[in-house]
């Protein structure tokens, strides 16, 4: 059944409004097991299956879009965004995808959330992949930058640190295998605004060791401290390449993270305040080791 207010389509070059109006009553390809899934889509409970993820807003899914069009399941959007989605709706009709145009309510139960952007698309979710030695002795040889993330357990912090390394270049996160630790769901992904799309996000079963083997394939294994680190970054230009470790909300770096680190370092404040929130202290210490000093 066709939710209230919604109108469907398929196959329009432009999704203009006066398409919509006219393609009002067309029926999909596969209609009752595409419209099964788009009431699984509808639910506010999370992603309809555990292997699909919802990505809101226009820059994410643009970006999702950019880098692998094919992942695109279904797409909901409003009547304003619906003017600046032809292109991508064009290919989605080609595929035989649904993409529809809906009222901002039912794109908050498809979202779960209500700020969905006016745009949801449903795409699939790869598996996190585990980090093999070899995949950190290629990295240091190609002397690429790696974030890693202990314990963060808040989505809206993944999404921001994100954000963040995306901006910065950064190609990689490494997270734990652990259920303390947030993963890349539909609300890291909407704070991202697309950053996901452009770094891997990895998995560890062990933190500590993972760490110590970054410093033996050469790296220099940096790790924030709220206190007791050293006030500046370390210069990496021309030296060794670098892993930034962050640590909790609250605990920050467990005890035997921080031992496994060459350094740690601490961002100087007023003291009025302990510390920056996770995802902002991500942001200062990545300007320092890569923009600011030049790497």
């Not at 510390?275 to 202290?281: D, G, T």
Request: net charge positive; glycine share 10%; hydrophobic share 45%.
């Amino acid at each position: 059944m066709r939710p209230r207010g919604s109108t469907e389509y398929r196959g329009e070059e432009t999704p203009t409004s006066q398409a919509m109006k006219q393609k009002a009553a067309a029926v999909p390809v596969g209609a009752a097991g595409e419209n099964e899934a788009i009431a699984m889509a509808g639910s506010r409970s999370g992603p309809a299956r555990h292997d699909e993820l919802k990505i809101c807003g226009l820059a994410a899914v643009k970006a999702r879009f950019a880098r692998d069009p094919g992942s695109i399941k279904r797409l909901f959007f409003d009547h304003a965004t619906g003017q600046r989605v032809g292109v991508i709706c064009r290919v989605l009709a080609q595929q035989k995808k649904i993409y529809r145009q809906v009222e901002a309510a039912e794109l908050e139960k498809i979202s779960g959330s209500v700020h969905h952007g006016g745009i949801v698309a449903v795409v699939y979710a790869p598996p996190l992949r585990l980090v093999a030695p070899a995949d950190v002795s290629a990295w240091a040889k190609r002397g690429e930058a790696v974030l890693v993330l202990d314990r963060i357990g808040n989505a809206h912090n993944l999404g921001a640190i994100a954000r963040t390394a995306a901006f910065f270049g950064v190609p990689r996160i490494v997270i734990p295998d652990d259920t303390t630790a947030a993963r890349p769901t539909d609300a890291a992904h909407r704070v991202a605004e697309g950053g996901f799309e452009h770094l891997e996000v990895w998995q560890t079963k062990d933190l500590a060791g993972f760490a110590r083997e970054l410093a033996a394939a050469g790296y220099e294994v940096i790790g924030a401290a709220t206190r007791g680190g050293r006030p500046d970054a370390p210069q990496t230009k021309g030296r060794k390449p670098f892993a930034l470790l962050l640590g909790n909300e609250e605990q920050g770096l467990a005890p035997e993270v921080a031992a496994a680190c060459t350094r740690l370092v601490t961002i100087p404040g007023s003291g009025k305040i302990e510390s920056l929130n996770v995802s902002v202290a991500a942001a200062v210490l990545l300007w320092e080791l890569l923009a600011r000093r030049g790497q």
